[in-house]
């Protein structure tokens, strides 16, 4: 059964650093990996989607990685905004095709 | 309209009642889902529908109904619900089951007294 772990579960940065957000799951057989970000009390907002053909995908400033072998994805977000605060969740579909999502990382960048 | 849409975004529900959530994308895509989100726990799968045919189950309680009449359109229809069903309920499309890209609605929220 796949299981997904986020670390850490909560984050606090001054606004300009750079950061990483952790992602690792136990079955290293999956077709993706899928990255999003939540705002309180809202639905779930797609950031990146790697294929597991991939090593990695960028959009603006994130950059998400995946090593298949260890089983990790690492979100790496540059310059941090206030306007980045939010839940970030990692989700991985495997062979039974369901997406299994980690219980986030709660970022907060304060100003 | 774009992207995924639900609605209601709050709804509070006796016991006894029966509603019905409704989600619509307006995407192009072939594949539906609904998840359940408690407080403190991870994205609970509920069900899948691909090309407008159940294809997951995941163990959901019969008091959740869902039917999806077109590849636009995903319904969860509710009736007896117990006060621990309250969540948010979130819809998602993709194009295909396996690699596509999920896009997530905004959620109802589900207060059950």
């Known amino acids: 059964k796949q299981e997904v772990t986020q670390i850490p579960a909560a984050l606090s940065v001054p606004e300009g650093e750079n950061l990483v957000l952790n992602c690792s799951f136990t079955?290293?057989?999956?077709?993706?990996l899928q990255w999003f970000r939540q705002d309180p009390g809202k639905g779930l907002t797609s950031l990146l989607l790697?294929?597991?053909?991939?090593r990695e995908q960028t959009s603006g400033r994130l950059n998400a990685s995946l090593d298949k072998s260890s089983g990790r994805s690492t979100l790496y977000i540059a310059a941090s905004q206030p306007g980045d605060s939010a839940t970030y969740l990692c989700a991985v579909r495997g062979g039974s095709e369901k997406l299994v999502f980690g219980k986030g990382t709660k970022l907060t960048v304060n100003p | 309209e774009t992207g995924v849409t639900q609605t209601p975004r709050h709804l509070v529900m006796g016991m006894t009642n029966k509603k019905s959530l409704k989600c619509e994308q307006h995407?192009?895509?072939?594949?539906m889902y609904w998840y359940k989100q408690s407080a403190k726990k991870p994205l609970e799968l509920m069900f899948v529908y691909s090309l407008e045919e159940r294809v997951e189950n995941n163990s959901v309680p019969s008091r959740f109904s869902p039917e999806c009449p077109n590849s636009s359109h995903l319904f969860l229809h509710l009736h007896t619900l117990q006060p621990e069903d309250s969540a948010l309920y979130l819809c998602?499309?993709?194009?295909?089951?396996?690699?596509?890209?999920?896009?997530f609605g905004e959620g109802s929220r589900l207060t059950v007294l």
């Open positions: 079955d290293s057989a999956i077709y993706n």
């Open positions: 995407l192009g895509h072939n594949a």
């Open positions: 998602a499309s993709s194009q295909g089951v396996r690699t596509g890209e999920l896009f």
């Open positions: 790697i294929q597991s053909s991939q």
